[in-house]
């Protein structure tokens, strides 16, 4: 198993930037590939970003292509989220997850989430 825990969520204004971290313990994070997600009040929890257990292909939902990165750094044990030009619809809790299979844009194929973190970006 592994447990993961995010850091990096705040407020920020409209244009600005903040970085997410997801720090991993337990059984070896580079055993699994990982991703972020978020959920808006009053709705469903959605793909942000996937990243392979190597780094080597990630994957983007399209709202935030161009402004959202996301890597890892498996001899730190964490996963990154750099988020540039945040608008206010970004708002949202911010959760990383890890599966033990292939890196997915679909939550059902996560076995391990972390609690979230609240990103608030206002106009």
């Known amino acids: 198993q592994v447990q993961l825990v995010e850091s990096g969520g705040g407020w920020v204004q409209a244009g600005g930037s903040l970085r997410l971290s997801c720090a991993a313990s337990g059984r070896t994070f580079s055993s699994y590939a990982a991703g972020w997600f978020r959920q808006a009040p009053g709705k469903e929890r959605e793909f942000v970003a996937a990243?392979?257990?190597?780094?080597?292909?990630?994957n983007y939902e399209d709202s935030v292509k161009g402004r959202f990165t996301i890597s890892r750094d498996n001899a730190k044990n964490t996963m990154y989220l750099q988020m540039n030009s945040l608008k206010p619809e970004d708002t949202a809790v911010y959760y990383c997850?890890?599966?033990?299979?292939?890196?997915?844009?679909?939550?059902?194929?996560?076995?391990?989430w972390g609690q979230g973190t609240q990103v608030t970006v206002s106009s």
């Open positions: 990243i392979s257990w190597n780094g080597v292909s990630t």
């Open positions: 997850a890890a599966t033990n299979s292939y890196y997915s844009n679909s939550k059902s194929r996560y076995d391990y």
